[in-house]
Structure formats: structure tokens, C-alpha cells
């Protein structure tokens, strides 16, 4: 399975191109390689459920709890028909939240009506339409969508300007004191079609 879930694009072609800008070269110099590795899944369905799980939570707690949830089901892989098999008690019996349980059941109903389709299918589609599609399912946002673009299917050109760290690591990097995600957006257009390495690199420059 690992073999699928390859970056969608060279590296090295992308630092040589990003390296033209002088903030950006300092970055990739003080950082160091550029070291992403895709999280390789059984399904986007599944995918999209560990996500989830993860949001607002911390990791470990997350952890556990998304064992215990993957648990309540003999299949080694969760499957939209199992989720939906189940009632709201037993699912919740794995620590979710109400909001979660509703948000994994809209997502197995959702999976089963080829709204969330296979890796395969996904990788034909083109990163706007697969935030449109993802998005339909409740407790299901942009960033999550991008998270699951850049880290399962190495998409090159993704920027997650809703993400705090790499906000925060942008204002610092280009002296901004408060970052408006409109010129951030604006600012970015320079980097295409390498974004999501520039992300990459803003998240490991970013100090709490």
C-alpha cells in the first residue's frame, strides 16, 4: 500500500524554485531537508474519521480514544457500513463527543453515497473539488481537507492559511506583527505550484 502514496511532485525541483526567494532560502537553509512523509491509509473514509477523532483534542487522548473506537468493529479497517450498523450509544461508548458520533455517522453515510470516494478516484480530482466534496460532510472544514491533500496524497500546491502554526511561523519569517490572510494568500501566488512545501517548512519553523 505505502508504494501508492507518493509525493505528487519533485522536491527538488520545488527548493530550487522556492530558493529564488531570499526569506524563503534562509528558511529552507536553517531548517534543513525537506523531509515530508505521507501517512499512507486503507481508505479516506477511514482517513477522514481519524480526523475526526483529532480535532480539538490532544494527541494521546485522541489516540486512545480512536483505538477504542476502531475497536468496537472486528474489520482491521473501518468501513462506512459498520459505522452505520452501529447506534449512536455504542459509538460513543469509545469516548466521542455527541458532535462527533453525528459528525461519523454523516461521513459513513456520506462514504457509502460515493461522496468520499477511494484514494484512487481522489487522486483524479483536482484539490478544489475535493475540499468541495469533503466539506459536504459535517465536521469536516478546509483545513482538515488540506491536511489530508499535503500528508495522504502529496499534493504540491496546497497553502492552509487557516492553520495557526503556519500563520504564525509566516508573520515571523516576513516581520509581519498581525498576518492578514488576504495578502498572505497574495503573497503566496509567487510560490506556485510548491505551496505545500512551503507550508512544510513553516511548520517546522514555528516556535510555540
Known amino acids: 500500500m505505502a508504494t501508492h502514496f507518493q509525493l505528487e511532485f519533485d522536491p527538488d525541483v520545488a527548493l530550487k524554485q522556492l530558493r529564488k526567494d531570499r526569506e524563503l532560502k534562509r528558511v529552507i537553509n536553517k531548517v ?35 483505538g477504542r473506537f476502531k475497536g468496537l468493529f472486528e474489520s482491521d479497517h473501518l468501513r462506512p457500513e ?16 455527541a458532535a462527533k458520533a453525528a459528525a461519523m455517522r454523516d461521513l459513513a453515510e ?35 481537507v488540506e491536511m489530508l491533500l499535503i500528508f495522504r496524497l502529496g499534493r504540491p500546491d496546497i497553502w492552509p492559511v487557516d492553520d495557526f502554526a503556519v500563520r504564525a511561523a509566516y508573520g515571523d519569517v516576513f516581520g509581519i506583527e498581525k498576518v492578514n490572510l488576504k495578502e498572505m494568500r497574495q503573497h503566496a501566488e509567487q510560490w506556485r505550484p510548491y505551496r505545500s512545501v512551503v507550508a512544510w517548512y513553516m511548520w517546522r519553523w514555528y516556535k510555540p
Open 32 to 66: 534543513g531537508d525537506f523531509k515530508l512523509a505521507l501517512r499512507p491509509n486503507h481508505s479516506p473514509f477511514e482517513a477522514l474519521a481519524e480526523s475526526i477523532v483529532y480535532q480539538q483534542l490532544n494527541g494521546k487522548v485522541a489516540a486512545t480514544i480512536w
Open 110 to 144: 456520506k462514504t457509502a453515497a460515493g461522496l468520499v470516494p477511494s484514494w484512487a478516484v481522489l487522486r483524479k480530482l483536482d484539490d478544489e473539488e475535493i475540499i468541495t466534496r469533503m466539506t459536504d460532510v459535517r465536521g469536516i472544514g478546509r483545513w482538515t
Open 82 to 97: 459498520d459505522v452505520l450498523a452501529a447506534d449512536t450509544e455504542r459509538i460513543r461508548s469509545s469516548g466521542l463527543s
